[in-house]
């Protein structure tokens, strides 16, 4: 089954220590998405990527970057986890921007 | 803004007592109206589009209803299983395209 993978599904890290979370998907879907949801909360969009076009949100703390080495894969990079960065993290992925997006199973980040 | 409010916030029902979902939103042109399943510590699973005033979609015990103010998820007997969070989310035609979300419905049913 196409799908949308997320790893590790958990992840413990310390305060300061930067962090990798990675996304991989088998639909070959042109955009990937990155969002922060926080418990009891809507998800938040950080910033996708339209093929190799990075498109950042206002918002989104310089603290998180991304890349997109191929069409399969993205990664998230949280360069000094902060406490409040605690959060789930999803991957998401659509055909473009103005299709349905398909999310992946999400990684827990704990921040001690 | 584009806007999203979801009511109620939480719902609980019991097995095959039937009830719907709000989902009312201020967009400054509608491309997509979008309802997903959340199960607790997972991420959201895609339901249903829709993309104008009087469309509908069925899956199972699921139906999705639009107008031009709002849409409606309602739920026909409602078994255990579809204990959930359900979120809306819009998308705006023309500029970043981005889905906007409600906070979600916490659905409940008991056996």
């Known amino acids: 089954d196409a799908m949308v993978i997320q790893n590790p599904r958990y992840q413990v890290t310390q305060f300061g220590k930067p962090v990798t979370l990675s996304c991989s998907q088998t639909?070959?879907?042109?955009?990937m998405y990155w969002y922060q949801q926080k418990s009891s909360q809507a998800p938040k969009l950080l910033f996708h990527?339209?093929?190799?076009?990075?498109?950042n949100e206002a918002d989104t703390p310089d603290n998180f970057q991304s890349r997109r080495p191929n069409t399969s894969f993205c990664f998230l990079d949280i360069r000094s986890p902060g406490l409040g960065d605690a959060a789930m993290y999803l991957c998401a992925t659509s055909r473009a921007r103005i299709y349905e997006q398909y999310f992946g199973p999400g990684t827990r980040l704990t921040v001690t | 803004e584009d806007q999203v409010t979801q009511s109620p916030e939480a719902l609980r029902l019991q097995e095959g007592e039937s009830s719907s979902l709000n989902c009312s939103y201020t967009?400054?042109?509608?491309?997509?109206l979008f309802w997903y399943r959340q199960d607790p510590g997972k991420g959201p699973e895609f339901l249903f589009t829709?993309?104008?005033a009087g469309e509908e979609k069925e899956k199972e015990r699921l139906k999705a209803t639009l107008t031009k103010k709002e849409s409606f998820l309602h739920i026909t007997a409602p078994k255990p299983e579809d204990s959930a969070t359900y979120l809306c989310?819009?998308?705006?035609?023309?500029?970043?395209?981005?889905?906007?979300f409600g906070k979600g419905t916490k659905l409940t049913v008991n056996p």
């Open positions: 967009v400054s042109g509608l491309r997509g």
């Open positions: 990527y339209y093929d190799k076009d990075f498109n």
């Open positions: 639909l070959n879907h042109n955009v």
């Open positions: 829709l993309y104008s």
């Open positions: 989310a819009v998308q705006a035609k023309g500029g970043s395209e981005k889905l906007v």
